[in-house]
């Protein structure tokens, strides 16, 4: 079978479509055929070892595990002796590793069965964004209904499920993104929209329950500006090393008991229970997955090079390309 791996670190230029051994799942695992997989900023942090701290358990000069992807759909085509949930023909999605390839072997616990009215890339776009966006405003950021919620970065994939989870959690929603993409937000649910071009959200008067920054680069003095005195300021995604230690370090300082609460979230823990909640996000189409592009398992690279560029709305998929 075909897969993408790399065996140094670098640019896209470095992926390879290779063949490797198909793989057999263990007694836990389901063995899935690849329909679609999504583009993550991971992959390419993995992939480049950048920020130098990405190369943490992978090899500092050389990776040990150079493979790609951790999101999937597909068709089950082979379970092992112990799964209990899935059979062969099940149509999943699901989280796990190397996933862009021909077959993949998941844990039965990282997997659930695809809604019949989700498509195999809709269902492919959302774990690692849904556990990232679940994660961040459930448990870090303690939603709830009524809260006036800020999502800083609403177009990207991790915003564009953010606006929709904290919609469907009763929050008012206020979306910051560029000019070009307020009609989306705008058309995903967004209650009203910020033009960071135009407005410095921070600087208007306004106070929020909650700031969920998917983009990372809102300063700790930004978040106690427009946060409410008992507001909560989630930092979700970063920019660079520096954005991640001045999030954590100047957080903790200005964060006070009974106060303001400013940090990271910390990374996302893929697990069944969230994976379930967004299997019914999608079957309700409380959630409804923003895709920007499309590329053929072939065209890895290209994907991951458009993702780069940081202009993607919302998710970059790999798919299966009819011929």
């Known amino acids: 079978m075909k897969a993408i791996i790399f065996t140094r670190y670098g640019s896209p230029d470095v992926l390879q479509r290779v063949d490797v051994p198909e793989p057999e799942p263990k007694d836990n695992q389901v063995k899935v055929k690849f329909v679609a997989a999504s583009a993550n900023p991971l992959d390419w942090h993995l992939m480049r070892g950048a920020p ?35 059979k062969v023909g099940d149509e999943v999605f699901g989280c796990g590793e190397a996933t862009f390839a021909d077959y993949v072997c998941i844990s039965e616990n990282m997997l659930a069965l695809k809604p019949a009215n989700v498509t195999f890339e809709e269902a492919a776009s959302t774990p690692v964004v849904g556990f990232t966006a679940i994660q961040g405003l459930r448990d870090t950021g303690r939603i709830q209904a009524g809260d006036k919620v800020v999502i800083k970065g609403a177009s990207g994939g991790v915003g564009s499920f953010a606006v929709q989870y904290a919609r469907a959690c009763g929050a008012e929603v206020t979306a910051v993104c560029s000019t070009r993409n307020v009609e989306l937000v705008r058309s995903i649910g967004a209650h009203h929209v910020v033009d960071y071009t135009q407005t410095d959200f921070t600087r208007t008067g306004q106070q929020y329950d909650l700031i969920y920054d998917a983009v990372g680069n809102c300063s700790v003095a930004a978040y106690r500006r427009a946060l409410t005195p008992t507001g909560r300021g989630v930092t979700a995604g970063f920019t660079s090393l520096f954005g991640i230690f001045a999030a954590a370090l100047g957080g903790k300082w200005a964060s006070k008991p009974g106060g303001q609460q400013i940090g990271l979230m910390g990374t996302a823990k893929p697990n069944q229970d969230d994976l379930l909640v967004i299997q019914n996000l999608l079957e309700t189409r409380k959630v409804v997955p923003v895709i920007d592009r499309c590329y053929d398992l072939a065209e890895a690279a290209e994907a991951i090079r458009y993702l780069e560029t940081m202009r993607a709305r919302g998710k970059v998929i790999i798919t299966v390309q009819p011929d």
């Open 52 to 86: 130098f701290i990405a190369r943490i358990g992978n090899g500092y000069f050389k990776p040990k595990n150079g493979v790609m992807g951790a999101d999937v759909a597909g068709r089950v085509t082979a379970v092992g002796k112990n799964v209990t949930r899935f």
